[in-house]
């Protein structure tokens, strides 16, 4: 498939978040992501909002589901998603939930593997389970835990080859990157980029990051674009 740019919304503001929405499409991103921080503030609403502002875009609803996760998926769908994130640390049977909620609605299923062990196993088992993307993701706490004791900070980058060489869905690095660890997301075969906190967010305030953004993200966009995944 080809590169897909996605700009995580992790504001708690449904108006910033509309703003960085609009100027994140001007400047060639593809997909939305209603972050995990805007659901938890604005929850359905904040999506039913990006859906009505944004129709026939993508939107990813980042809930990181861990139980009832058939009535999750479907509120989320109903409310304008077009994604759903589940966790590869749920039970099974949440995951199948979630599943079957994906193909009762229409809409895709993407499992993250943070916090797990083995997380090339984790992802094999996500798709064996039905789910359409993997999510291979390091957590904001874990790695800023891990710095904080001085040690070197785990990245996505560290097994994403491995965990695009053990599944044949499309993967996502999340976790830490750098802009240009992001941009470089295509060459481990990782087709879905996302661009948050801290590229586009400023991580630690949740607000919009400074700059000209727009420009900076027309770029990265372009670069993006340009790859061709094998």
């Known amino acids: 498939m080809k590169p897909i740019v996605q700009i995580s919304l992790d504001l708690t503001n449904i108006d910033e978040a509309l703003q960085t929405a609009a100027m994140a499409m001007r400047a060639g991103v593809d997909w939305l992501e209603a972050g995990t921080p805007l659901i938890l503030a604005e929850g359905l609403h904040g999506v039913r909002k990006l859906r009505e502002a944004f129709p026939g875009i993508p939107i990813v609803a980042d809930l990181k589901t861990m139980d009832g996760g058939y009535l999750e998926a479907e509120m989320m769908a109903k409310a304008g998603a077009t994604h759903v994130v589940v966790m590869a640390r749920a039970h099974e049977e949440t995951i199948k939930c979630v599943v079957n909620a994906g193909r009762d609605f229409g809409i895709k299923v993407m499992g993250d593997n943070l916090g797990c062990e083995d997380m090339v196993a984790a992802a094999k088992w996500l798709e064996e389970l039905g789910c359409d993307y993997v999510i291979h993701h390091i957590g904001y706490d874990e790695r800023r ?22 599944v044949k869905i499309p993967v996502q690095a999340v976790g830490g990157l750098t802009l240009e660890q992001a941009i470089q997301c295509p060459e481990y075969g990782a087709p879905l980029v996302v661009l948050g906190a801290p590229l586009t967010i400023d991580g630690d305030s949740f607000k919009t990051a400074g700059g000209d953004l727009e420009s900076s993200l027309r770029l990265i966009c372009e670069k993006i674009h340009s790859y061709i995944i094998q």
């Open 145 to 166: 835990g891990i710095a904080a004791r001085g040690l070197r900070m785990p990245s996505p980058l560290d097994q994403l080859r491995e965990v695009v060489n053990a």
